[in-house]
């Protein structure tokens, strides 16, 4: 069982926005800023979307936002598109050098 | 280009060892803190374990703590994986992974190195 909880599916029609979410606890997603999300295509490496809740590596589409409240974070994909469709996993920073991660949410494009 | 190239992964029965490599390339390897992320066939992501630049600061999971070593060597941009007293729940892929544990933020995966445990 993973630590922090993220539906197992979610879905959109292209040019759609979708959101997911990320629930933990104070312990992790609640008491610190450091909540990453990472997209992963079948039979490929997680490429990290966004990290410390909000930001975006260079090269991530602006569709992808981050926010956090409280102990749940989300994922926002806006203006869906064929491409987008893959598993997001969250992840968050839990205290003594520790990082916990989502259980992951197959994202499918309708 | 930033380039992670995990080596080393196989068969091995239960109670057994395994050595996993990481060659990096495209980044100055050793300013940089690693990571070791595993991935359970169909499962989502679990943290293994980090080591600081210059190899002195270690961090396990407790999953591992005890049964895996990480290290590394930055004479040759490599990062390793120790793992001895395997257990069927370490069937994993296995990734290497750029970034600092204390910020949660891993910037670059290699393709990953699949371990199998069983008899």
């Known amino acids: 069982q993973s630590a922090l909880t993220q539906p197992p599916s979610a879905s959109g029609s292209p040019g759609q926005s979708v959101t997911i979410s990320c629930t933990g606890t104070?312990?992790?997603?609640?008491?610190?800023?450091?909540v990453s999300w990472y997209q992963q295509h079948p039979g490929k490496a997680p490429k990290l979307m966004i990290y410390?809740?909000?930001k975006r590596p260079s090269g991530v589409p602006d569709r992808f936002s981050g926010s956090k409240s409280g102990n749940t974070a989300s994922l926002t994909v806006s203006g869906l598109q064929a491409e987008d469709e893959a598993d997001y996993y969250c992840?968050?920073?839990?205290?003594?050098?520790?990082?916990?991660f989502g259980g992951g949410t197959k994202l499918t494009v309708l | 280009e930033v380039q992670l190239l995990e080596s080393g992964g196989g068969l091995v029965q239960p109670g057994g060892s395994l050595r996993l490599s990481c060659a990096a390339s495209?980044?100055?390897?050793?300013?940089?803190?690693m990571s070791w992320v595993r991935q359970a066939p169909g499962k989502g992501l679990e943290w293994v374990s980090a080591?600081?630049?210059?190899?002195?600061?270690?961090y396990y999971a407790d999953s591992v703590k005890g049964r895996f070593t990480v290290s590394r060597d930055n004479s040759k941009n490599t990062l390793y994986l120790q793992m001895d007293s395997l257990r069927a729940e370490d069937t994993a892929i296995y990734y290497c992974?750029?970034?600092?544990?204390?910020?949660?933020?891993?910037?670059?995966w290699g393709q990953g190195t699949l371990v199998t445990v069983s008899s």
């Open positions: 992840s968050s920073y839990a205290g003594n050098n520790n990082v916990v």
């Open positions: 992974a750029k970034g600092y544990v204390s910020l949660n933020r891993f910037d670059y």
């Open positions: 495209g980044f100055t390897f050793s300013s940089f803190a």
């Open positions: 410390e809740v909000t």
């Open positions: 080591v600081s630049s210059r190899g002195d600061t270690i």
């Open positions: 104070s312990s992790d997603v609640g008491g610190y800023d450091y």
